[in-house]
């Protein structure tokens, strides 16, 4: 598992350590890596300097398997395990 952003890497270790995130924190701050994957918002939308809550599940192969719209975050994890066990079948 891994977050990106588009903070700094000093932004990203400040978050890190305040909120005990557990996993690592990619920065994107030129907002390449955001463009490949479709998380920039129009720049008419609210949040428009944020990306968009998307997570993605990466197959084996390296291969984007699904994209997921996180609207609901506490329930998030499970569909991403539920799905994960699918795609071991």
Excluded: C, W
């Amino acid at each position: 598992m891994l977050g990106a952003s588009f903070d700094t890497p000093a932004d990203n270790a400040a978050f890190k350590e305040a909120v005990e995130f557990p996993f690592p924190l990619l920065s994107d701050p030129d907002k390449a890596v955001g463009t490949t994957y479709g998380v920039l918002r129009d720049p008419d939308e609210p949040f428009a300097d944020f990306p968009k809550r998307l997570s993605f599940l990466v197959a084996p192969d390296g291969n984007v398997a699904r994209v997921y719209e996180v609207d609901d975050p506490a329930g998030h994890a499970a569909a991403v395990i539920a799905d994960l066990a699918a795609e071991q079948r």
